[in-house]
């Protein structure tokens, strides 16, 4: 029996909707992407709000009638249902290594890369100076991190990886530059050596 094609409803320039399709390439999955135009709010529409996600946000998925919103969330799942084990670890501490990684990426990357980027590519009323000075504390941690052990939870990729890559390889589109996190850049180029991978466009400011 073939996979159903899993629906991505998303926005091409959202780096959390990439986290979700590039996940979905990683793992091989067939996929329908979804508009779901920010810059008119049709994530705001009433019919979206009931049937795909109450929050009002992008990206959410339809797998065969099941409806999941948030892109970490989603990422779970996929690796729990569709990664054979390769992209969470079965065991209680590397699952708690990933998952401190994945309240990482809702917090410290959040307000620091995502939100210098937010405001350069969407134009939102931020404090950049916050979000740049937050990006760099960030990465530096990183920089050790990934001195210590090649990936962000170990040896090898895990959804983590995937929860941090986008907003970490777009930083500069924010003004925060990677020039100094050599470790930083390797671990970039060994996701994009992945099979699979895909990148999110880079883009002027719309």
């Not at 941090?164 to 924010?174: I, L, M, S």
Request: proline fraction near 6%; glycine fraction near 8%.
């Amino acid at each position: 029996m073939s996979q159903p094609t899993i629906k991505l409803y998303g926005f091409p320039l959202s780096g959390h909707s990439h986290r979700v399709s590039l996940m979905l390439s990683l793992l091989g999955l067939p996929t329908e992407f979804i508009l779901v135009d920010l810059k008119q709010g049709a994530q705001k529409a009433p019919d979206f709000i009931a049937t795909i996600n109450s929050f009002g946000q992008v990206p959410a998925i339809d797998d065969d009638g099941v409806v999941l919103a948030d892109s970490n969330a989603i990422l779970v799942y996929l690796a729990n249902k569709y990664g054979k084990g390769l992209w969470l670890p079965a065991d209680p501490v590397g699952q708690a290594r990933v998952q401190r990684w994945l309240s990482a990426a809702a917090g410290q990357l959040h307000a620091g890369p995502a939100t210098a980027r937010l405001a350069v590519v969407f134009g939102a009323d931020v404090d950049t100076v916050t979000a740049i000075n937050r990006s760099h504390a960030l990465l530096n941690l990183m920089e050790q991190q990934l001195t210590a052990s090649r990936f962000l939870a170990g040896e090898q990729p895990t959804i983590a990886d995937i929860a941090f890559y986008t907003y970490v390889a777009h930083a500069p589109e924010g003004n925060v530059s990677l020039a100094d996190y050599p470790q930083v850049r390797a671990w970039l180029a060994s996701i994009e050596a992945l099979p699979g991978f895909v990148g999110m466009p880079r883009t002027e400011v719309i």
